[in-house]
């Protein structure tokens, strides 16, 4: 089956063909990162325009670059939550209408399952059940993948995401929007130990996350050394702060595993493009003999292979939609138990 992804839930415009699920055809994606770096953060208003621009010829050239038409197209899977709602809409406007022009089926696919659904084009070994950690700019979450389409959350941010956090730790520190990928930069030049970060002590389920106060923690530091003139390390801060998030997904996502009996983890979502992040739980994992798959780093981001690759599985558990499909700003994981 070749389903037809389309993503535009954020400042990506994405489109893509992917064959049962598994093997990428074509993968197109249209960043407006470059448009909104100017004002510190995505603007949602002009997210929304630019998806209204490109969605037309970046659909077009997945369905090129696969050498495809329409009609050899099996089904149409698009992002319908979460993200930012006008951006949403346009994807699942345009989704709609494609289905209906074409009679193909509608398969709605949530965001974060679809993160997670980008292990499974580069890894094809990787079958439920797995213990998954989807960390992105909105969501950092452990999570039982019990099948294909049914997910158990063992623990998710009760604040910021550790995206979220980066992002906003690094434009204090006057680096350009998306903040990850300098932090990470930055961090490979620093030494860690140079700052202590306070601890995040918190009660209830230990396998939640909390990053609001390190991110406070670090733009307070930055603002405090501005006011009094004195110029922080930024190689060393970076360094400390990748640090500190990436022991805390470590050590929350082995724990997960231990307790639940998991032997293999699937790392996933924005996030997972940190090296950081990468190396410590990889390291983890070997200690541990778990196995670790994480997507290439050109999966890790925002793009429709991945929304293609659960919406192959999400059709399959006859997951599907109707002209009543709309888009959603916030939402559990569709396959919660
Ligand atoms: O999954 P994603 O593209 O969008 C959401 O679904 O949120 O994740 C974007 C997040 C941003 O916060 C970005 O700064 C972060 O992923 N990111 C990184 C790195 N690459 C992207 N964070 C740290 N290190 C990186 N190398
Ligand atoms: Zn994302």
């Known amino acids: 089956m070749r389903i037809l992804g389309i993503e535009s839930s954020c400042d990506e415009t994405a489109a893509a063909i992917v064959k049962d699920g598994r093997t990428v055809l074509s993968n197109v994606i249209a960043s407006q990162a470059d448009e909104h770096k100017q004002y510190g953060g995505v603007?949602?208003?002009?997210?929304?325009?630019?998806?209204?621009?490109?969605?037309?010829?970046?659909?077009?050239q997945a369905l090129a670059d696969a050498d495809m038409t329409l009609d050899d197209v099996d089904g149409i899977a698009v992002t319908y939550a979460p993200g930012l709602i006008g951006a949403l809409?346009?994807?699942?406007?345009?989704?709609?209408?494609l289905a209906m022009m074409s009679g193909k089926p509608l398969i709605p696919v949530h965001h974060t399952e679809g993160h997670a659904a980008a292990n499974y084009?580069?890894?094809?070994?990787?079958?439920?059940?797995?213990?998954?950690i989807i960390v992105s700019g909105g969501h950092t979450r452990i999570a039982e993948i019990l099948d294909y389409t049914t997910f158990r959350t063992v623990g998710k941010t009760r604040d910021d995401a550790a995206g979220e956090c980066f992002d906003k730790c690094a434009r204090a520190m006057g680096f350009p929007y998306p903040g990850g990928v300098h932090i990470d930069k930055a961090a490979q030049r620093g030494n860690p130990g140079a700052f202590k970060l306070p601890k995040i002590k918190m009660e209830g389920n230990p396998y939640d996350f909390s990053f609001s106060g390190l991110k406070t923690y670090i733009v307070n530091l930055q603002h405090h050394a501005e006011q009094v003139g004195e110029a922080l390390n930024h190689d060393d801060l970076a360094a400390a702060l990748q640090q500190d998030i990436?022991?805390?997904?470590?050590?929350?996502?082995?724990?997960?595993?231990?307790?639940?009996?998991?032997?293999?983890?699937?790392l996933s979502g924005g996030v997972s493009a940190n090296s950081?992040?990468?190396?410590?739980?990889?390291?983890?994992?070997?200690?541990?003999?778990?196995?670790?798959?994480?997507?290439?780093?050109?999966?890790?981001?925002?793009?429709?292979?991945?929304?293609?690759?659960?919406?192959?599985y999400n059709y399959l558990a006859g997951i599907t939609a109707d002209e009543s499909l709309n888009a959603v700003a916030s939402k559990e994981l569709r396959g919660e138990v």
């Open 43 to 60: 603007v949602p208003e002009l997210a929304s325009r630019r998806h209204c621009e490109n969605i037309l010829p970046v659909v077009r």
């Open 89 to 97: 809409l346009v994807g699942v406007s345009f989704a709609k209408g």
């Open 121 to 132: 084009l580069v890894h094809p070994d990787l079958k439920p059940p797995y213990l998954g």
């Open 246 to 266: 990436a022991q805390t997904v470590t050590e929350k996502t082995i724990a997960a595993a231990m307790e639940l009996g998991y032997t293999t983890i699937a």
């Open 276 to 312: 950081g992040v990468r190396n410590m739980l990889e390291n983890a994992c070997r200690q541990h003999g778990f196995t670790l798959c994480m997507p290439p780093l050109a999966l890790c981001g925002d793009n429709a292979a991945m929304i293609a690759a659960q919406g192959y």
